[in-house]
């Protein structure tokens, strides 16, 4: 094998060939010619790609390898690693975009020669863009002159060399911003565990609030930029300034930005602990985004005790966050807009207490939103938004802070019904836009009206803040909404309760007839699709417009809630038809939906396999009754330590004429039927229960 060629894990080699990893494991076992592991560990070898893709090829399981999956996969099995590797690509993307006329002559160099140009070629550009480095090459991380992206070496770049041709053959195709975004997106997906990931709307919510001032915000400050997703987010400024303590986050992210922006906008990123060492002391900007590290006890409590920022109080050594909220208005101009995503505990932690009540009676505190539960990590706990503007000398503080509850909008409607699952997946991010721009807007409007929305949103007096608690939270001081919509959506609701009670009783199945186990023939998914009677397509992958069932809807049975992503490489999701068999493949429970065509269109989310039976050969009720079988499931799922997965290959059906399918269908259906108006009582019932319970405690219901 060449030395530093790219190497592959048995999850990368399942990827490239569309199977499980299962199969891959199989392969090994069966085929005393599968390419033998260059590295890794026993229980995670590491394969050569080049053998790896021979061997699929002379097998006919690969005809060829796509190449986007190619040029991550020598991403991921780089040399000296994903993250060397990404930086050097970004480098490489930043050279094509900027001197697209360079790239050939470079390009045209054997390996060697071609490194050493190119490290002189990037220099140039890199120079250009993020400024000059340091007196021996390097970036100066902790400079205020300083750059985040270092000039890498030609011997740095030379195990680069085949991947950076691959990545220029790719960009050719997708553009170098979104090839960039691809090949950064894998990395982040790949290692949820490394990364604090802003999620993409509500980067554009946090953005859209700082936009929503009176004065465009020009020059944009980032103090702990992560990934770069809130900068990205912020449309058209004339600079942006990021800080970042991890080296290779802060490389990254100063490659996405300069990626993501043209030439016009000046771009600053430094690598620095940003309260111990800021790398911008002296900027005053229009506007700031931020989502700091939560509950750090190590943040400079002990160093930083007489730091001019904290000009609203000393933070105690649990209030970090109160410390990045200083920071913060630190660098703002007067009038200057900062929007910080908080947990929710900075709002009413006692120890936090005195800086919350100067920051209202000065005016710093403008609003404090509350996110639904799973708007950002950590999932479980619904966040806080803060909205600071930095007083002017000649202003009168505010007399009121606008407090928001998004817990209402933010759950993601399901055909008129009630949802059945919640999380980060069914967040209806559209609501949650229009709820805090719409309060936030008519907050700042001159002469508003009201801000009062029960159980939404309030402009409450300061007066009644400044307490012994300060309590900011913002359910607290919400006036309560209307149990379930009123009295009269009560009715409503007990009504079609009644109605879907009654439907349900005549869909009940009918006395059964007992009978001996049934001994047919059998075959399985694998050799149906093997023989063309049906086909078997996974979901997961694709961009652009339009709603995507997950397996949430196949759960619960309700309408496609999700979407694609619309940037990144051009790729067709696999969209459903009706008659179309879908299957979740993790967690180990039974569960198959048949399309129909309300729900036919949709692109197929992640985690299920669509099964498409050819309608001559294949009833699809008979087909998703059968899969439904728990003991059809339990010798199908393979177990590891976190999930059971399904192999749906491995699901059996007997082999049955079609008449006797379709008799066998239509009792399925009927089934199926009986179980949506199940799931539709129980969520009918527990909305009358709730609301029932609202009511009487609220007054709106009285007792008799």
Request: aromatic share 4%; with cysteine.
């Amino acid at each position: 094998m060449p030395e530093n060629s790219t190497e592959v894990t048995a999850a990368g080699i399942a990827r490239l060939a569309g199977v499980g990893r299962a199969a891959v494991s199989n392969w090994r076992r069966r085929h005393a010619d599968f390419p033998k592991p260059v590295g890794g560990t026993e229980t995670s070898p590491s394969f050569a790609l080049s053998e790896v893709e021979r061997w699929l090829r002379d097998q006919g399981k690969l005809a060829e390898v796509p190449l986007r999956e190619r040029v991550w996969q020598q991403v991921a099995g780089h040399p000296a690693g994903a993250v060397p590797a990404l930086v050097h690509t970004g480098c490489a993307l930043l050279l094509l975009r900027t001197s697209p006329k360079t790239w050939p002559e470079i390009a045209a160099a054997p390996d060697e020669r071609m490194a050493d140009v190119l490290s002189l070629a990037l220099d140039k550009v890199l120079t250009a863009r993020f400024g000059p480095a340091a007196e021996d090459g390097r970036a100066v991380h902790t400079a205020e002159d300083g750059r985040a992206v270092h000039t890498p070496s030609g011997t740095e770049l030379l195990p680069s060399v085949p991947l950076l041709r691959a990545v220029a053959e790719l960009a050719a195709g997708t553009g170098a911003g979104e090839t960039f975004e691809f090949l950064l997106g894998r990395q982040l997906d790949a290692n949820p565990r490394q990364y604090t990931l802003t999620p993409p709307e509500l980067a554009e919510l946090m953005a859209a609030l700082v936009e929503a001032g009176e004065r465009p915000a020009r020059a944009v400050l980032d103090p702990a930029a992560g990934t770069g997703a809130l900068l990205r987010a912020v449309a058209g400024p004339a600079a942006l300034y990021a800080q970042e303590t991890d080296p290779d986050l802060a490389a990254l992210t100063a490659l996405r930005l300069a990626l993501h922006t043209d030439t016009g906008c000046a771009l600053a990123a430094r690598t620095a602990d940003t309260l111990r060492a800021d790398a911008f002391p002296h900027l005053a900007a229009d506007a700031v985004l931020c989502h700091p590290p939560f509950n750090e006890r190590n943040w400079g409590h002990d160093e930083l005790a007489y730091d001019p920022r904290w000009e609203y109080g000393f933070p105690a050594r649990t209030e970090s966050e109160l410390a990045w909220v200083q920071h913060a208005l630190a660098h703002l101009r007067e009038g200057g807009t900062a929007v910080l995503l908080m947990p929710p505990a900075a709002a009413s932690r006692r120890s936090g207490r005195r800086i919350r009540a100067d920051l209202l009676r000065r005016g710093a505190l403008r609003a404090v939103i509350a996110l639904p539960a799973g708007a950002a990590p950590p999932y479980g706990i619904p966040l806080h938004l803060w909205v600071l503007r930095k007083p002017g000398s000649g202003t009168h503080p505010s007399p009121e802070l606008l407090l928001v509850d998004t817990a209402e909008p933010a759950e993601m409607p399901s055909g008129g019904q009630a949802s059945a699952a919640g999380g980060r997946d069914r967040l209806d991010w559209q609501a949650v836009h229009g709820a805090v721009l719409d309060a936030w807007q008519s907050f700042e409007s001159p002469g508003r009206p009201a801000a009062d929305r029960p159980g939404t949103g309030r402009a409450v007096p300061v007066i009644e803040l400044l307490d012994d608690d300060v309590d900011l939270a913002p359910a607290r001081h919400l006036p309560p909404p209307t149990a379930a919509g009123g009295p009269g959506e009560l009715i409503r609701v007990r009504e079609r309760l009644a109605e879907t009670l009654g439907r349900t009783g005549a869909l009940t199945p009918p006395a059964v007839t007992l009978s001996d186990p049934a001994h047919w023939p059998l075959t399985t998914v694998g050799e149906l699709a093997r023989a063309g009677a049906l086909q078997l397509r996974t979901g997961g992958s694709g961009t652009g417009p339009g709603p995507v069932l997950t397996e949430h809807d196949v759960l619960g049975s309700t309408a496609p809630s999700g979407s694609l992503p619309t940037d990144g490489p051009s790729e067709e999701p696999v969209l459903v038809e009706p008659g179309d068999v879908v299957v979740p493949v993790l967690g180990g429970g039974s569960a198959a939906r048949v399309v129909d065509d309300a729900t036919a269109g949709a692109a197929l989310g992640r985690n299920l396999q669509l099964l498409r039976p050819d309608p001559a050969a294949l009833d699809p009720w008979f087909l998703a009754g059968f899969l439904r079988g728990t003991a059809n499931n339990r010798q199908a799922s393979s177990y590891a330590s976190t999930a059971t997965r399904l192999d749906a290959r491995r699901l059996q059906l007997p082999r049955l004429p079609l008449a006797e399918q379709q008799r066998y269908g239509e009792r399925f259906r009927a089934l199926a039927e009986f179980e949506d108006a199940l799931r539709l009582a129980g969520r009918l019932g527990g909305q009358l229960v709730q609301g029932m319970y609202d009511g009487l405690t609220d007054g709106t219901v009285a007792p008799k």
